[in-house]
């Protein structure tokens, strides 16, 4: 059953917390009830009760002592299943890791949060150890989209019980990794906003890997000042630094290659016309090829995908173990292509990756950011990819395949929706940065949710 405080922003929730009006106790409680109550319990994999519920008490004492932490006391936050838990094994999504030993202390980024008093209620579902776009998982289920109206349709992933825990109402924000759009994927796919940070930005002790070169973190949430308000605490810092900037100041380049190939009609449309919303907003913008994300995909294809090859790393053990039967067969199938990959070819991958980053930065004018659809379809149908191998791989290529090119080039990105395609179902406009520009990102991406959202 629905709350009365469900589907509410951080920022709407830290206003009612921080004048009285609610309290984090009764919150939490309202959180626990919403969860268990609602009809897909696919969603959460681990409740922390006693938990949330000290932490939800501490910070209702220090609020009522004058003692707030600041705008995030009080406020429930989800965790995927990557983030080491105190007391609990970090399964990643698969059964494997059922019986792994506990974790002795939070993650950095789970103490960060708990120290700008966040209450910590669960960790949610995901893709199996984080490889995949789409988000099945054949061993916990499969989270439904809450936007779908005709049959159920895919989360996302690899993030799925994040992005949907937060499009369901049932948490305002959930945290999630992103290695090739595993943050911005689902967000898309289910109407929300999600930020991923450039890589480095927030410590990653006590998050599981899948490819260290590639992987970040980032916030699935429901506006852009929530997700400001989050990595100023993941980072440990009091105040932001991002200021709200003008649509006049935007310089946006909509990148004429890749992102646009095959793209359904619906999703091509609702970008267009937020375009054209931001164009009329005083927003300048250009189009611009970028042969050098062909050249991406080329390298993949010639020396195999640098995630690939460290997933392989990660799991090699696992998958020569007794209990590799226990894998979803698709994950692991993937993770074994690394293998395929040799020393030299992943030299060359290194290579070339910091050519490739050097081309873009010289390819943009100071101040330029892209902006693109997130994805080139909508969520699709489950069913279908349940039992079809070749439909699966087709469909998870196509899906991560916008999102990868800023993960490659070593950026950070936010998708915000911005229209509905096919069946009425959500569709993202991402905006990318070059490496280390989060600031100016994330000041742009809130110029132009107030257009988007108007």
Not at 22 to 50: G, H, R, S, W
Not at 134 to 143: S, V
Not at 389 to 414: E, H, M, P, W
């Amino acid at each position: 059953m629905a709350t009365s405080n469900a589907g509410r922003s951080v920022s709407t929730l830290s206003v009612l917390i921080q004048s009285g009006a609610l309290d984090p106790v009764a919150l939490v409680e309202e959180t626990f009830a919403a969860i268990q109550a609602f009809d897909d319990q696919t969603i959460f994999l681990n409740l922390l009760k006693d938990r949330a519920l000290a932490e939800a008490q501490a910070s209702a004492k220090r609020i009522g002592d004058g003692r707030s932490r600041g705008a995030l006391d009080g406020i429930p936050v989800a965790w995927k299943d990557l983030f080491d838990i105190e007391g609990l094994a970090t399964t990643a999504g698969s059964k494997v890791l059922a019986h792994a030993t506990p974790a002795e202390r939070d993650a950095d980024v789970v103490a960060a949060l708990a120290a700008a008093g966040m209450v910590s209620v669960g960790r949610v579902n995901m893709s199996e150890f984080a490889f995949s776009g789409l988000g099945i998982n054949p061993h916990y289920g499969t989270p439904r989209n809450p936007a779908s109206g005709d049959g159920a349709r895919l989360p996302g992933g690899s993030s799925s019980g994040s992005a949907v825990a937060v499009a369901a109402g049932l948490v305002p924000v959930s945290i999630g990794t992103d290695t090739g759009g595993s943050v911005r994927i689902p967000a898309a796919f289910n109407g929300i906003v999600g930020y991923k940070a450039t890589r480095g930005r927030y410590s990653m002790r006590g998050v599981f890997p899948l490819a260290k070169s590639h992987d970040s973190l980032g916030p699935l949430c429901r506006t852009v000042s929530d997700a400001i308000l989050i990595d100023t605490a993941m980072r440990g810092a009091i105040t932001a630094d991002v200021r709200r900037g003008a649509l006049s100041d935007l310089s946006l380049v909509v990148p004429e290659t890749i992102v646009f190939d095959g793209a359904e009609p619906g999703v091509v449309a609702a970008f267009e016309a937020a375009l054209a919303r931001l164009g009329r907003g005083g927003a300048r913008i250009r189009r611009q090829a970028f042969p050098l994300f062909s050249e991406l995909f080329d390298l993949a294809a010639r020396h195999g995908p640098m995630v690939s090859a460290e997933a392989f790393a990660v799991h090699k053990d696992r998958l020569a173990g007794p209990h590799v039967g226990e894998m979803d067969p698709r994950v692991a199938a993937r993770a074994r292509l690394g293998e395929k990959t040799t020393t030299s070819d992943y030299l060359a991958l290194l290579e070339a990756r910091e050519r490739l980053i050097a081309a873009f930065a010289a390819s943009l004018a100071p101040g330029d950011l892209l902006v693109a659809p997130t994805l080139p379809h909508v969520a699709p149908l489950t069913e279908p990819l349940l039992g079809d191998d070749d439909l699966f791989i087709k469909t998870n290529a196509k899906t991560l395949r916008n999102t990868l090119i800023n993960n490659f080039l070593d950026g950070c990105g936010v998708s915000l929706p911005c229209g509905t395609g096919d069946a009425g179902m959500p569709v993202g406009l991402l905006l990318s940065g070059q490496r280390n520009e989060d600031e100016r990102l994330l000041s742009a991406a809130l110029a132009a949710e107030a257009v988007l959202q108007g």
